[in-house]
């Protein structure tokens, strides 16, 4: 399943968590953690989207545009 883990074992985990958090601060937690699986894949694929560095001006002038709408894109 998940690198190794059963069943069995995602169980355990989730009654300790369960036991260590509550069920109050579950759905806090949840959300959490999806918000920084989110980031750390708009993250990589931002790293894997940059255009290479190169000294020609109207590629740099292109580049920045296209950084410049996607962070406009993103933030709204």
Request: proline share 7%; no cysteine.
């Amino acid at each position: 399943m998940l690198g190794g883990l059963g069943v069995p074992e995602l169980l355990i985990i989730l009654v300790v968590v369960l036991i260590i958090f509550g069920p109050k601060h579950l759905p806090q937690l949840g959300s959490s953690l999806g918000k920084t699986v989110k980031n750390i894949r708009e993250g990589m694929a931002s790293t894997s989207d940059t255009p290479e560095k190169t000294s020609d001006p109207e590629k740099i002038e292109a580049a920045d545009v296209v950084d410049v709408a996607e962070e406009k894109t993103s933030s709204e």
